[in-house]
């Protein structure tokens, strides 16, 4: 449960926050300088040192309330979708956030390294504020979606903004501690998050699940912005101001619509889906190859390797992760609660993955952990459908997925680490993108994917026969899920070993 918009069964919410790491020689010393020279930390400062408390406490506090919403949205979203009478497009209320979230982010890249991370991370959350209440105040499905669609578009600003003021407010060893804080963020909405919004849909309805959030980021805003504006506002001392490059521009364009089709044609399986189908293809291909690093899919050494582990790791785990509750819920007669709690205990392991990374002592170690990290999801993944079998015991799964997820939190944390070790000043923006981009679209892909695969094994009978008692018939269905992500988690263990550059 690790990434800064991380929810559940939610693709949309997976998208993850990391860090960015030192650079060498002059733009190392131009990256980690204050502004004020006045104010240089001391050696011994820590993130929540006099020079860093305000910065870190704001940006963590926003993380926390973006948390909290990303993890109650799940519990309002089907009670919204029956009374606005829009139960037939329920998944576009997410396909929504997450297609404007990819043009977002791209676009987000391109201001920060040209204007600094100050503008699009305000505009961000002003458009995230705009789009729950757009959302919240909603007569129609279609009006909800589209505050779904403003919201998503904010996110994606806010993400890869919230990547750079990283990069460039902190010094790199503390990098790594920002990170496992933004990791923690997520433990407590994990669990309490569900069980508020139930409290806050029942008894003031789900309008004010998406209306109460606004408010309360206006004081960490207060705190954070002026420290950003001292500290990363701008572009970077010393580089030649970014040229804005309306290509990439119109190949985020590309990449929205062509997710946003591709989900489409995933819903429906019909003969006339392969034509959304083909045109998202036409569309996805040249723009993820124009967005991405050079040599990312054949897995080149270093920056191209980052960028694909992180869409590697966060795509197979959180596509396995969403089909558990429904697995236990069908399969082994669990009530709703019982299969969502039976993932809870991942968002502390998670963090406590985080922190390990963020241990001085482990840097020596970073790319070895990530690869551990990778096999004990991989391992996790494989273990999870273990529980079709009827003699093996509920709770396995949630012992498995506690070591999974404690994997994905040594991975997910270091590969944002050692993105801006791998990136110049200037280009953090846009790597911090390309990073997102991976991270989102492989959630999309394989979400799809592994929908299509269950729904042509009858996967989508189950929900009939979850009121029979022992469950569905339908153990294949989710075997060709989890069987498929574990092999994708396994090949990202392999990409694990080409993180760093081969020495000159």
Known sequence: ???????????????????????????????????????????????????????????VSVVLLIAFEATAVGTAMPVAARELDGVSLYAFAFSGYFTTSLFGMVFAGQLSDRRGPLAPLAGGIAAFAAGLVLSGSAGTMWVFIL??????????????????????????RLRPAIMAAFAACWVVPSVVGPLAAGAVTERLGW??????????????????????RRRAGGPVAGTAVAVFDRRRIRLALGISLGAGLLQYAAQDLRPLSAAPAVAGCALLVPAVLGLLPRGTWRAARGLPSV???????????????SFVPLMLVTQRGLSPTLAGFSLAAGGGTWALGSWVQSRPGVEPYRQRLTALGMVLAAAAIAAAP?????????????????????????????????????????????????????????????????????????????????????????????????????????AGAWVATR???RPA
Request: proline share 6%.
């Open 386 to 490: 273990a529980v079709l079998v009827a003699s093996v015991p509920v709770w396995t799964v949630a012992v498995a997925w506690g070591f999974g997820c404690f994997g994905m939190g040594l991975v997910i944390s270091s590969t944002s680490v050692l993105l801006l070790r791998l990136s110049a000043p200037e280009e953090a923006g846009a790597n911090s993108a390309a990073l997102q981009i991976s991270d989102g679209l492989s959630n999309v892909l394989l979400l799809a994917a592994g929908g299509a695969a269950f729904a042509a094994l009858g996967g989508g009978s189950v929900a009939h026969a979850a009121d029979a008692a022992g469950g569905s018939s339908h153990p294949a269905a989710f075997a060709a899920v989890f069987l498929p992500m574990a092999a994708v988690a396994l």
């Open 499 to 501: 993180l760093h550059e």
């Open 307 to 321: 960028v694909l582990l992180r869409g590697l790791a966060a795509g197979s785990f959180i596509a396995a992760e």
């Open 1 to 59: 449960m690790g990434s800064v918009f991380r929810q559940g069964s939610n693709p949309i919410a997976h998208l993850t926050l990391a860090a960015m790491a030192a650079l060498e020689s002059r733009d190392a010393v131009v990256a980690d300088a204050p502004e004020n020279p006045d104010t240089s930390p001391g050696p011994d400062e820590t993130v929540l040192g006099r020079s860093y408390r305000a910065l870190s406490i704001g940006i």
């Open 147 to 172: 505050g779904r669609a403003v919201q998503g578009l904010g996110g994606g600003l806010v993400i890869v903004a919230l990547y750079v003021v990283v990069g460039r407010a902190y010094p790199e």
């Open 207 to 228: 309008r004010w699940v998406f209306l109460g959030i606004p408010v309360l980021v206006v004081l960490p805003l207060a705190l954070a912005l002026p420290q950003i």
